[in-house]
């Protein structure tokens, strides 16, 4: 029995027909509840003006109202989530993902990707993170790691629960990280990527431990790197490093503001070619390096985070975006390839696009769109839910 009952107002539920998963606080006329209060993730029914059933989600607190989790009238019970982990399943076992020799690290559940707005979960060889970004989705953890465990079978061996940074600070959960079922002594693992070693912390590193998104742009700049000096700014753990190296690159430089991620850049390195590949680690703020790179590198890559998290700041975020992409364009050897990217959910593809072409403009070089990229099938994108795009790249050729 659904305890709150959510009316919109008229005309406000024209999105939801077209099965978009957000429910904005304005668009609500009033509440019905059995209860005084709504308690922050719980499951309510959401209704139009006249009284015909729309959605059914998770209520929370903020201007997303309501976070869809069926259009359909059925029980969210752990039936419900065996099948929506069986689903993310299949689409993966699709990819070749779920039972791949050189590939044992991908993304199982990609929020609104899967029709599981607030949930992450990765996959690393036989451990599932989870990243729970909705109080509703903390509060459904241990059905989802039974989920996972009832898909999984013995393929899975723990469950970690990594959700204390993103779950509402304000919501009082006093969230915690651990593991959920299952455990493991160590701290970092080896895991694969298209062949190449990685080793992954999901108890003390970024997101779930890896960026996931960009290994088939990690596989272009292999394609690109023979015979290159390349430059990886915002380097994280060294993950284009690893594939530009793999891919012939005479020279190596990773830089990254955090002096822990250069350390494990080099880790990785050495772990997939000993000393074989010159590589330099530098613990630097890459924009003010960029600065100084002179002409010395054919090939750069700008990742870096996301430079707008909302709407407010996206003004400021694109004069930043043009300002590295600028200097880089200026300083990139003739003939050179630029691999530049913006995981900014605010900033399209082609505002992108067109701050790009800001930046070459005021660089003065000639350039060549080779390739426009986006995030991986891993990561899918809702029809419903275009926001869902949020990984925007561009491949430069640089005369």
């Given amino acids: 029995?659904?305890?709150?009952?959510?009316?919109?107002?008229?005309?406000?539920?024209?999105?939801?027909?077209?099965?978009?998963?957000?429910?904005?606080?304005?668009?609500?006329?009033?509440?019905?509840?059995?209860?005084?209060?709504?308690?922050?993730?719980?499951?309510?029914?959401?209704?139009?003006?006249?009284?015909?059933?729309?959605?059914?989600?998770?209520?929370?607190?903020?201007?997303?109202?309501?976070?869809?989790?069926?259009?359909?009238?059925?029980?969210?019970?752990?039936?419900?989530?065996?099948?929506?982990?069986?689903?993310?399943?299949?689409?993966?076992?699709?990819?070749?993902?779920?039972?791949?020799?050189?590939?044992?690290?991908?993304?199982?559940?990609?929020?609104?990707?899967?029709?599981?707005?607030?949930?992450?979960?990765d996959i690393y060889d036989k451990t599932a993170v989870v990243q729970c970004h909705s109080v509703g989705m903390y509060l459904s953890r241990m059905a989802i790691a039974e989920a996972l465990r009832n898909t999984y079978g013995d393929k899975l061996t723990a469950i970690y629960d990594k959700s204390s940074q993103t779950v509402p600070f304000k919501a009082g959960l006093n969230a915690v990280d651990g593991y959920i079922w299952g455990h493991?002594?160590?701290?970092?693992?080896?895991?694969?990527?298209?062949g190449q070693k990685f080793l992954v912390n999901w108890e003390e590193g970024q997101k779930t431990g890896f960026f996931l998104d960009q290994r088939y742009n990690r596989e272009l700049v292999k394609h690109y790197s023979k015979g290159r000096t390349v430059l990886n700014t915002f380097c994280?753990?060294?993950?284009?490093?690893?594939?530009?190296?793999?891919?012939?690159?005479?020279?190596?430089?990773?830089v990254d503001a955090s002096e822990r991620a250069v350390k494990l850049a080099d880790e990785n390195m050495r772990l997939n070619f000993g000393d074989t590949i010159p590589h330099e680690a530098v613990a630097a703020d890459a924009v003010e390096y960029i600065k100084q790179i002179g002409n010395k590198y054919d090939l750069i890559i700008l990742d870096p985070p996301a430079f707008a998290k909302h709407h407010k700041?996206?003004?400021?975020?694109?004069?930043?975006?043009?300002?590295?992409?600028?200097?880089?364009?200026?300083?990139?050897?003739?003939?050179?390839?630029?691999?530049?990217?913006?995981?900014?959910?605010?900033?399209?593809?082609?505002l992108f696009r067109t701050t790009v072409f800001s930046a070459a403009a005021i660089a003065g070089r000639k350039v060549r769109i080779l390739h426009q990229l986006t995030q991986p099938a891993d990561h899918p994108i809702n029809i419903y839910h275009p926001e869902g795009e949020y990984l925007k790249g561009l491949v430069l050729y640089v005369e």
Wanted: with cysteine; hydrophobic share 35%.
């Fill in 1 to 121: 029995m659904i305890k709150t009952q959510i009316y919109l107002r008229r005309g406000k539920e024209e999105s939801l027909m077209r099965r978009h998963p957000w429910i904005f606080s304005g668009a609500i006329e009033r509440i019905k509840s059995s209860e005084e209060e709504i308690k922050e993730g719980e499951i309510v029914d959401v209704f139009t003006k006249q009284g015909e059933f729309i959605a059914r989600g998770h209520y929370q607190i903020g201007s997303i109202a309501v976070r869809v989790l069926t259009f359909e009238q059925e029980n969210i019970n752990q039936q419900w989530w065996d099948k929506k982990i069986a689903v993310a399943y299949d689409v993966r076992r699709t990819l070749n993902l779920t039972d791949n020799e050189q590939t044992t690290c991908y993304r199982l559940i990609h929020g609104e990707g899967d029709s599981l707005p607030g949930l992450v979960v």
């Fill in 313 to 350: 700041v996206l003004g400021n975020a694109m004069q930043g975006y043009k300002r590295i992409n600028a200097r880089a364009l200026s300083q990139i050897k003739s003939g050179g390839i630029l691999f530049t990217f913006s995981c900014s959910q605010a900033v399209s593809k082609e």
């Fill in 236 to 254: 994280y753990t060294g993950g284009f490093s690893v594939y530009a190296a793999a891919g012939g690159a005479v020279e190596v430089c990773s």
């Fill in 184 to 194: 493991s002594e160590q701290k970092s693992h080896v895991v694969l990527e298209n």
